[in-house]
């Protein structure tokens, strides 16, 4: 079982940055995969990054080049740097771990974009 908490949500104007972070309950290293998903309202949910355990990552088409995934494995923590946001980038996102068989889903973290 792991528990994720995600934070650093808010408004900011478009062209803005926020980092958003994700504490897990366990050493991320042992992780098979980690995530940032989000949800904008009447979409469904949708992958924005993820960062497997060997440090492989991947994007969204709609994020390359504006959100970096990273982690800070001594502080069990997975990162995404968002620069350049923009109004289309307004969602709630969630943070996703994949151990073993299971999923595991924060409650999310609401981002506003405003332009």
């Known amino acids: 079982q792991v528990h994720v908490v995600e934070s650093g949500g808010g408004l900011v104007q478009a062209g803005g940055s926020l980092r958003l972070s994700c504490v897990a309950s366990r050493t991320i290293y042992r992780i098979a995969a980690m995530g940032w998903y989000r949800q904008a309202p009447g979409k469904q949910r949708e992958s924005v990054a993820t960062?497997?355990?060997?440090?492989?990552?991947r994007y969204a088409d709609s994020v390359k080049g504006r959100f970096t995934i990273g982690r800070d494995i001594g502080e069990n923590t997975v990162y995404l740097q968002m620069n350049s946001l923009k109004p289309e980038d307004t969602a709630v996102y969630y943070c996703?771990?994949?151990?073993?068989?299971?999923?595991?889903w924060g409650q999310g973290t609401q981002v506003t974009v405003s332009s």
């Open positions: 996703n771990a994949v151990a073993g068989p299971s999923e595991h």
């Open positions: 960062l497997t355990r060997n440090g492989s990552t």
